[in-house]
T-cell receptor, first 120, second 115 residues
Framework: GAVVSQHPSRVICKSGTSVKIECRSLDFQATTMFWYRQFPKQSLMLMAT?????????EQGVEKDKFLINHASLTLSTLTVTSAHPEDSSFYICSATTVGGSNSYNSPLHFGNGTRLTVT | AQKVTQAQTEISVVEKEDVTLDCVYE???????LFWYKQPPSGELVFLIR??????QNEISGRYSWNFQKSTSSFNFTITASQVVDSAVYFCALSEHYNTDKLIFGTGTRLQVFP
C-alpha cells in the first residue's frame, strides 16, 4: 500500500489566495521530505528539501516566501503556495525518506500521489 | 553537474511490439543511484527500479528489462511485448551520492501503445 499520502489530490483556487498541500508518511518517520513541481508535459523539478525541525532548503530560483514549507513533525510536511497566481498552476508531488535514506531500509523511495493545483 | 537526458520525447508502438526507452546520465560522483519511474495519466509516480552504480548487471522483471552501461553512461529500459496499459510517461532519474533520495529527473518519454 501507499506509504506517503498527499492531500488534496486536486485543488482549484482563486488568484491571490493561499493553498496548503499536505504530505504525510503513513508507516515510517520521515526525517526528510522533498517537494517537486511538474508543469504540464514537463519533468519533475525539485523545489525544496524539507527537514524535520529545521528550515527547508530551497533550490535555486524557487521563492521561499512564496512557497512556504513546514515540517513540524516526523510524519507531516506542508507546502503552502501563498498569493497564488495562474502561473503557479502545476502538479506538486512530494517524496519522503527516513534517516539514512531509503537505501538503508532497502525500500524504494515513495512518492505521494501528487496535487494538481489550478489557479483561476 | 548532474544531468539526465531522455532524448525520446514520445514513442508510439502497436501492442506486442518491443520498445526501448533511452536514458543517458552525467555525474561526477563515483557512487550514485539510477531510477526508472512510470507516471500514468492519473499522475502518481510508480517506482520501477533502483540501481546503484556498482551493480552493472542487467535486470529483468517480467516484461521489463534494464541495461546499465557505465561505459556509455546509459541506463536503458526495454518493455517486451508492450501492452496498452504500458501507456504512460516514463522518467529516468539520478540521485546524488550524499543525498540518495534527492532525485534529478530526465524530461520523460511519453509511451503510447495502440491496440
Amino acid at each position: 500500500g501507499a506509504v506517503v499520502s498527499q492531500h488534496p489530490s486536486r485543488v482549484i483556487c482563486k488568484s491571490g489566495t493561499s493553498v496548503k498541500i499536505e504530505c504525510r508518511s503513513l508507516d515510517f518517520q520521515a526525517t526528510t521530505m522533498f517537494w517537486y513541481r511538474q508543469f504540464p508535459k514537463q519533468s519533475l523539478m525539485l523545489m525544496a528539501t524539507s527537514n524535520e525541525g529545521s528550515k527547508a532548503t530551497y533550490e535555486q530560483g524557487v521563492e521561499k516566501d512564496k512557497f512556504l514549507i513546514n515540517h513540524a513533525s516526523l510524519t507531516l510536511s506542508t507546502l503552502t503556495v501563498t498569493s497564488a497566481h495562474p502561473e503557479d498552476s502545476s502538479f506538486y508531488i512530494c517524496s519522503a525518506t527516513t534517516v539514512g535514506g531509503s537505501n538503508s531500509y532497502n525500500s524504494p523511495l515513495h512518492f505521494g500521489n501528487g496535487t494538481r493545483l489550478t489557479v483561476t | 553537474a548532474q544531468k539526465v537526458t531522455q532524448a525520446q520525447t514520445e514513442i508510439s508502438v502497436v501492442e506486442k511490439e518491443d520498445v526501448t526507452l533511452d536514458c543517458v546520465y552525467e555525474t561526477r560522483d563515483t557512487t550514485y543511484y539510477l531510477f526508472w519511474y512510470k507516471q500514468p495519466p492519473s499522475g502518481e509516480l510508480v517506482f520501477l527500479i533502483r540501481r546503484n552504480s556498482f551493480d552493472e548487471q542487467n535486470e529483468i522483471s517480467g516484461r521489463y528489462s534494464w541495461n546499465f552501461q557505465k561505459s556509455t553512461s546509459s541506463f536503458n529500459f526495454t518493455i517486451t511485448a508492450s501492452q496498452v496499459v504500458d501507456s504512460a510517461v516514463y522518467f529516468c532519474a539520478l540521485s546524488e551520492h550524499y543525498n540518495t533520495d534527492k532525485l534529478i529527473f530526465g524530461t520523460g518519454t511519453r509511451l503510447q501503445v495502440f491496440p
